[in-house]
């Protein structure tokens, strides 16, 4: 296939042809072969594929069948009521809920979960993602009825057998990450096992996910076209904080040279995790998701362990407002860094976490231009950079993922085609502007 007429970042005018999977040439005034497919971008901007370094695929299928009872769709009690009185139940008679804050209807436990709702199972995920609030007709369902307040903490597993055997279907998950021009996504769904494994293999293999997809976990022994693995993921909670046991997991890890991606999003267990690998020492990849607060004296550290950090600035503008009336003003600076990251010299990569923000990943980069809230106040106008930058959080690859990749001959022939010059693409940064996507040498035109 040749591409004709399309325009680098830089504004360098090329055609491109492709082929076996790969980029073959990249010049000006390619001539087409004959036969040769051909497809006409007309000046505007051909991008390195975009990934999105941390999402969770199964969450994201199964937000699609969820009520969101957050905001910004739900902002207060009684439209919190009516989403759960309005819902409809699953096959299995459940009512499930994502997106949950505290700033909605309070810390709501099963004895309000059972006013609103006291005869349907119904379970909602904070908007946080490490905790259920069950009410007692679910608890009855689930086997725990005894359970004190319905509050059930960092426990996905006791759902997974609600449906029987697990199914998973991400074709709609897949359209819509082709239509931002994502061509490869890093699953970052911990303690993911065999079956979970063989479920996305055979997502791709039935076409349903057209991604590359990059797991954190550890590497089975079977290998799974167009699926990698890297870091393994550990979750922390400062409840359970134990850094000398985090010592050893990260030793054990390491003598089995694997990498580590550790969940950091309070101060206290990035603080952990500086302390645990400066004690045990760092294999070169090891990284730090999330980092949602990173304190001053954090950054010598950072940049002294050489750690990546896998960030998401599109929660400045998601939950901004709430940062802004729940977090004292003295703090808010440490909140989703991304310029002095950068400017001190740690890598830095980024991410939407979807489900838990918006898979979007032009909405990211502009939340890390703009750094502006939904009512548009600023939130740490100091860590905004620039739109290049921002858009150079997601052409990495998934085992560096803050290098950029550039369109050349030989890289895989995974690309994104805007309808605009570079100018325009770095003013927007929307999706609107994708035209269509290239994954593994085929064309997706773009559905808005």
């Known amino acids: 296939m040749l591409i004709t007429g399309a325009a680098l970042l830089s504004g360098e005018s090329v055609d491109i042809r492709i082929g076996g999977g790969h980029v073959l040439a990249v010049e000006p005034g390619l001539d087409a072969s ?41 902002t207060d009690a009684q439209g919190f009521r009516s989403a759960l009185r309005d819902a409809k139940a699953d096959a299995d008679g459940w009512i499930r809920a994502i997106g949950y804050h505290e700033s ?18 119904v379970r909602i995920q904070h908007r946080s993602g490490a905790m259920w609030l069950v009410n007692s007709a679910g608890l ?35 359209r819509r990450l082709t239509s931002y021009g994502v061509t490869g996504v890093t699953e970052a ?11 996305l293999a055979a997502e791709i293999d039935s076409g349903r996910l057209a991604q590359h997809l990059h797991v954190l976990g550890v590497e089975p022994q079977s290998v799974f076209p167009r699926m990698s693995f890297g870091a393994v993921k550990r979750i922390l ?29 309070t101060d206290v267990q990035l603080v952990a995790t500086i302390s645990a690998l400066s004690t045990v020492g760092v294999l070169p990849g090891d990284r730090i998701e999330h980092a949602a607060v990173v304190p001053d004296d954090c950054l010598a550290p950072l940049v002294d362990l050489g750690l990546t950090v896998v960030t998401q600035p599109n929660f ?31 890598a830095v990569a980024g991410s939407t976490d979807a489900p838990f923000g918006s ?41 560096e993922p803050a290098v950029p990749r550039q369109v050349v001959p030989g890289m895989a022939a995974d690309l994104c085609l805007l309808s605009a010059r570079p100018r325009e693409v770095l003013g927007e940064l929307t999706a609107e502007l994708v035209a269509a996507t290239v994954i593994a040498g085929r064309v997706t035109t773009s559905a808005k």
């Not at 009855?140 to 279907?169: C, M, N, W």
């Not at 909670?237 to 054990?252: K, N, P, Y």
């Not at 729940?326 to 909140?335: F, G, M």
């Open 140 to 174: 009855a369902k689930l086997g725990i009825s005894d359970h004190p307040d319905g509050r059930v903490f960092r426990q996905d597993r006791l759902f997974a057998g609600l449906t029987g055997k697990p199914t998973l279907d991400l074709s709609h998950v897949s």
């Open 237 to 265: 909670d400062d409840a359970t904080l134990d850094v000398f046991e985090l010592e050893q997991w990260i030793g054990i890890q390491h003598a089995a040279n694997r990498l580590v991606a550790v969940h950091c999003v």
């Open 189 to 199: 769904t911990p303690d993911l096992d065999a079956a979970d494994i063989e479920m």
């Open 316 to 346: 400045v503008a998601e939950r901004g407002i709430e940062y802004l009336s729940d977090i004292p003003t003295a703090e808010l600076p440490s909140l989703w860094r991304v310029a002095s990251l950068i400017d001190s010299g740690i």
């Open 104 to 121: 909605v209807a309070g810390p709501v436990d099963r004895r309000d979960l059972d006013e609103i709702e006291p005869s349907r199972p």
């Open 359 to 399: 898979p979007d990943p032009w909405a990211a980069m502009r939340a890390a231009r703009d750094r502006r809230v939904s009512d548009g106040r600023r939130l740490g106008p100091d860590e905004s950079i620039t739109a290049r930058m921002a858009l150079e959080l997601f052409l990495g690859i998934p085992h």
């Open 34 to 74: 004959r036969g040769e497919p051909v497809f006409e971008l007309a000046g505007g901007t051909v991008l390195p594929g975009l990934h999105d370094h941390h999402v969770h695929l199964w969450a994201m299928a199964a937000a699609e069948r969820s009520v969101r009872v957050g905001p910004p769709e739900v």
